[in-house]
DNA sequence: ACTTTGTAGTTACATCTGAAACCAATTGCA
DNA sequence: TGCAATTGGTTTCAGATGTAACTACAAAGT
């Protein structure tokens, strides 16, 4: 084994982002999927319309990072669900216009300071300065 | 919109994390797949192998923090390319011994140094604060 | 007006993934 | 010894994912 390069997976940079961010997801998406039967892409999906409403699918897809099908089928089920509602642009009749409906908003309030706390019990891990030095280098990543 | 609690996806750190993680892996396996065949679950049990040889399944499990399905199907793709050799424990015929083979070795000479620029490339937009800070916050969470 | 080109969204297909069921070997314990 | 519980590893099945093809509409150029 002499004479090769050495690398070692648990100082590996990308591979530990990797490992965190898949963990954290997948603890967040359990309990997502148990409580609300919710996806996490579909989470995604109402938490840009929570924000921002009347927004077409496409602007839903740039704000989650998430590509266009993953958007159209997480859509497709928050509807069949009636968590959202659809209607079409009166100026473009291929852009949807999408909002939570009501019920949709009662599960967001659910959701989201469930989302929140879960942040701080993340971010209870570190100092302050700590959170400062993360935000800064996920912005410039 | 009023009286909802306020989560802005851009500003939230799970999100965040999973983003970057998601943007830097799939660069990665696209290289790693284009140049040399591999996926990124078979690159990592190779990564593994070639950091500690003769291990058993469970151990490279242990040590990609992926899970046992994963990884027995990346050891037969890899043991099917023959990038790897398989024998079994003497003392508990349960357990697979694993290790590189020498055309594995090749590979993984070419592999490893990539890897490792491709960290640098990465830390490079970091000053050496950050980076440390980076390091000590990885080891927290 | 007509054709080309581009864009929003859905569908189809092939691949990947994890949970659970499974087999074989080992361990613990009555 | 003999039987239940555990563990390493594989297979199966069902859901998730991405790429490419497709439909419907819009915009631009002729």
Redesign the interface.
């Known amino acids: 084994?002499a004479g090769?390069?050495?690398?070692?997976?648990?100082s590996?940079?990308?591979?530990?982002?990797?490992?965190?961010?898949?963990?954290?997801?997948q603890a967040?998406a359990r309990v997502y999927d148990k409580r609300f039967g919710l996806s996490v892409t579909e989470w995604?999906a109402m938490?840009?319309l929570?924000?921002n409403?009347d927004i077409s699918a496409r602007e839903v897809a740039e704000?989650?990072?998430m590509d266009k099908v993953a958007v159209s089928r997480a859509l497709a089920r928050l509807l069949a669900k009636k968590l959202i509602e659809r209607g079409t642009a009166t100026h473009d009749k291929r852009l949807s216009v999408l909002r939570l409906s009501e019920e949709g908003?009662k599960i967001?309030?659910q959701v989201?300071?469930l989302?929140?706390e879960?942040?701080e019990r993340?971010?209870a891990?570190?100092d302050p300065e700590?959170r400062e030095?993360?935000a800064?280098?996920?912005d410039?990543?």
């Open positions: 084994m090769h390069a050495l690398l070692e997976l648990d590996f940079l990308p591979y530990r982002l990797s490992v965190l961010s898949n963990t954290l997801s967040i995604r938490a840009v929570g924000y409403a704000r989650t990072a908003w967001y309030d989201a300071p989302a929140l879960h942040e993340m971010l891990h570190l700590q030095w993360l800064k280098i996920l410039t990543l």
